[in-house]
């Protein structure tokens, strides 16, 4: 970020901090703090501003810009190391991408009054499912859908990274049902980020709790895998796996990438924009899914814009989360794929190593 003085010249601030004894300067140093004399910090007097500095400043420098930085050079250029670039992307970057964009999105529709209408999908889903159903709905915006669906009868989690969004649908539902205390036609929101695993671990926890002990659970999802990166795609696949244990299907519409942006609202952010149909297909199979049908949902007066599936799951006696701990790491191992070094698979790769690391740190936990 850039700041103004009281001179009218302009400086530079970087973040800088220690974490786990190790010191990072944003977005390429990574050295032992141990080997840094940063405190007791001193000050630097800059054009009557008074500003902190490490104890030894060519430590700090040295560590940033190498041991050259006090030779000017024209033709300098930082160099991340893979370390430090790793650390940052997971940090600063990736889990929270487009969040922004998606919150400054609703809260513009929130103060408009804007209504989102019900999808066809919901439609055709409230006629289709059977009475009392247990949904859990991925990227369910001002809730819209969610509150729809529930409506119908069923019980219905809504979970969306949008706070804005989720605080407005949550809103609306208490507003609409106070005082009801029946059990069926229920919803519930709840923030949930599917590029963080733990946050997709606890929205599988709620949602088996909102479900009746047995019941099957059903999925859906609508213009949502086509906005995400390949992580979080992943993760929202691997929850889905865990969830059709219980039996049912998930019932997903996106956007299809031939068309372009001809059915997006011009506001609404653009996202990651690299799904691709026949990648998606090939990948369910490493989380034991396949398609029980496609397009079986056209909308009205826009014929090819969307595409849609309909998921379940290949027979499978235990799933991570009612099997053994020992199973259940050969279960996490035995659906990894192999991967390069590219920006994409270490992207598969360190979801798939915290997967990991959660079984070996706490074991597997059961689910009723």
Known sequence: ??????????????????????????????????????????????NGLNLPVPANTEQMLTAIYGPSWHTPDPAFRFVTPE?????????????????EDWEDFHRSLIS??????????????????????????????????????????????????SRPAIARGARMATEKHAGDSSTDGS???????????????????????????????TVVSRNFFDNLHYLGRDNALL????????????????????????????????????????EFSERLAHFSLNIVANNFLVEPGSAGTTLS?????YPQKMSI???????ALNIVDSVSPSFGRGPRNV??????????EKFENCGAQRIP
Request: aromatic share 12%; hydrophobic share 40%; proline share 5%.
């Open 1 to 46: 970020m850039e700041a103004n003085t009281p001179t009218g010249s302009t400086f530079d601030i970087f973040i800088y901090f220690v974490a786990n004894d190790w010191f990072y300067g944003t977005f390429h140093a990574r050295e032992k703090a141990k080997d840094l004399t940063l405190y007791p910090l001193g000050t630097l007097e800059h």
């Open 321 to 327: 989360f009612n099997a053994p701990k020992k199973i």
């Open 239 to 278: 929850a889905i796996s865990h969830l059709l244990d219980r039996g049912g299907q998930a019932y997903l519409q996106v956007r299809n990438p031939k068309m372009g942006l001809v059915s997006r609202d011009p506001r609404e952010p653009v996202g990651e924009q690299i799904f691709d149909p026949w």
């Open 83 to 99: 370390s430090p670039g790793r650390r940052f992307y997971w940090w600063l970057n990736h889990f929270d991408q487009f969040r």
């Open 112 to 161: 408009t009054g804007s209504e989102q209408e019900t999808s066809s999908l919901a439609r055709w889903l409230g006629t289709e499912l059977a009475p009392g159903s247990a949904l859990l709905e991925l990227g369910c915006g001002l809730g819209t859908d969610s509150q729809f669906l529930a409506d119908a009868g069923h019980r219905v989690l809504g979970v969306d990274f």
């Open 187 to 217: 919803v519930h929101f709840e923030v949930a980020n599917v590029n963080s695993i733990r946050n997709i671990a606890a929205t599988l926890k709620h949602m088996v709790e909102l479900a009746c002990p047995g019941t099957p659970v």
């Open 309 to 313: 599936y309909i998921l379940g799951k």
């Open 347 to 356: 992207a598969h790769a360190q979801g798939w190593t915290s997967w990991r």
